[in-house]
């Protein structure tokens, strides 16, 4: 396993990768198809395709759909990241992905009026965009090596940045085309830029650097978890397999649950083997050494070390992506504009990032290093947390206040949502980076895929606590704090993310940093 290690190289003769630009322009035309489709989502859902259901359960039902398509979008890039990095590599991966990605665009384009041909639209898109997620950020860090590495963490920066500048235009935008233009146009525009994200992307392939997939690898990740779970060791129990299969048996019985989709009930049932297994393989990881090296025994504690990092950072994705969907449904009982549309307050989100992020890298950083005060990644994660937790706080007060039948304006929501883009510009900007640079050599598109799948992780817990307020005998203990539904939610979710926040803390003060980029 390897440590940090001195480097020769000097940030003045480091040179930037001439093929970035095709990179991070296709990645802005691609956010732009994707945050243009999936804010007007939850509106679209309310105001047309769900108009069949009963108006009182129309928004449970779209915060539902919402959700459930996120958990789609972040738990296919582990088939996504498989397939590059065991059989077809990054750069044919996200390309033949993206073209799957087209045609669900189309789909939601064509069959507007159509809820299996709108749905299985959405699950394309789920397949491709989330197909690629995690390709795309470690293709970038595959065009860097140890000679320009210092400057790995300004593109990272650059592509978070242009991420949120395709998101601010189709905040803004998509909104107005689907109430003025309809629901074709408003799905078919995100369409078309996601083919010319496409042909931008194919248009670098000279260029790149492709690292080339993996051989079938006797001491990969599963294997040594495989190995360390069946070895036995004389005079020592078996607590480790025993772990795993408690996680198998809680994972079918998850099934049973009521009131929660197919799909929590999978993305669940993932969750329960990765962290029983995952804790069985750490109790029994050194009953692998002599059956496989020790390089590959090392690297899978850095993964499971990391894969706990990324565990503690699922409750800030439940807060971050229900500004889509709660704060959403909270900007309708607010008074705005007539010509303000409940969905446009997003557009806030990408705007203050991409005013936060240079703030932060040429003026807050800089002055807090000064004072002699260093903010890690892991620092800068865990502080990201707890501010998404002060917003949830904020959010919840308003809530509460339009309870009681004040009648606060949608200006009031630009308080949280600079909050919580604070923390999201902390959590997820400095995590594609922290992720790609803590993944041994051989899984870096596994280990974005894992990074992705948090996200997953958290949009689940927002779909099990929706199934919980179902519960007749919730709803009563509910009514009984004096407050409605959707206000306990918001400081459940809000204390749910600073409890994580101190697990953090706790946790990052013993986590090892590794240097895993490649050679030059």
Request: aromatic share 14%; with cysteine; charged share 10%.
């Amino acid at each position: 396993m390897s440590h940090t290690t001195q480097t020769t190289d000097k940030p003045d003769q480091a040179k930037m990768p001439g093929q970035i630009p095709y990179i991070i322009a296709s990645e802005g035309c691609e956010r732009f198809s994707f945050y243009g489709m999936r804010n007007i989502l939850t509106s679209f859902l309310i105001t047309s395709l769900l108009l069949s259901m009963p108006e009182n359960l129309r928004a449970g039902m779209a915060k539902e759909v919402f959700h459930t398509f996120v958990i789609g979008v972040y738990f296919f890039p582990l088939l996504g990241g498989w397939l590059a990095d065991r059989y077809f590599g990054k750069y044919n991966t996200v390309l033949w992905l993206s073209l799957v990605y087209c045609v669900g665009h189309a789909f939601l384009a064509m069959f507007e009026d159509n809820r299996n041909g709108f749905f299985t639209g959405l699950f394309l898109i789920a397949l491709g965009s989330g197909g690629i997620k995690p390709l795309v950020s470690s293709f970038i860090g595959d065009q860097f090596d140890q000679s320009n590495r210092s400057l790995a963490q300004k593109v990272f920066d650059g592509f978070y940045w242009i991420i949120n500048f395709g998101s601010f235009f189709a905040s803004l935008l998509m909104p107005f085309f689907l109430k003025q233009f309809g629901a074709s146009i408003a799905f078919g525009i995100p369409g078309i830029l996601m083919f010319i994200a496409t042909i931008i992307f194919w248009m670098g392939r000279k260029r790149y650097v492709n690292v080339p997939p993996s051989a079938k690898n006797p001491h990969s990740f599963l294997n040594v978890v495989r190995t360390s779970l069946m070895a036995e060791a004389a005079g020592q129990g078996r607590g480790g397999l025993f772990l795993a299969i408690v996680g198998v048996v809680l994972a079918v019985g998850g099934f049973f649950i009521p009131n929660i989709s197919v799909v929590a009930k999978l993305c669940l049932a993932l969750v329960l083997i990765l962290g029983f297994g995952g804790m069985g393989a750490w109790l029994q990881l050194e009953r692998a050494r002599g059956t496989h090296p020790d390089v590959a025994v090392d690297g899978v504690r850095a993964v499971l070390r990391l894969l706990v990092v990324f565990a503690l950072v699922t409750p800030f994705w439940s807060l971050f992506d229900q500004k889509a969907s709660t704060w959403v449904l909270q900007a309708d009982q607010m008074t705005k504009p007539s010509w303000f549309q409940s969905s446009q307050m997003q557009a806030l989100n990408p705007l203050l990032v991409m005013l936060l992020i240079p703030f932060n890298n040429l003026v807050l950083y800089p002055m807090l290093k000064r004072i002699g005060i260093e903010l890690t990644a892991l620092r800068r994660m865990g502080l990201g947390i707890a501010f998404s937790g002060i917003a949830w706080i904020v959010v919840g007060f308003m809530q509460l206040a339009i309870d009681g039948g004040d009648a606060l304006s949608i200006t009031w929501q630009i308080l949280p949502y600079a909050l919580l883009t604070f923390g999201e510009v902390l959590v997820s900007a400095t995590g594609l980076e922290f992720a790609y640079s803590q993944a041994p050599l051989a899984m870096k598109g596994v280990i974005m895929s894992f990074w992705s799948l948090s996200v997953t992780i958290g949009n689940l817990w927002v779909l099990l606590a929706n199934s919980s307020v179902k519960s007749a005998a919730v709803t009563e203990q509910i009514k009984n704090t004096g407050m409605s539904v959707t206000a306990f939610q918001m400081f459940f979710f809000a204390g749910f993310a600073l409890l994580a926040a101190l697990a953090f803390a706790m946790y990052a003060r013993t986590y090892r940093v590794l240097n895993n980029y490649r050679q030059a």
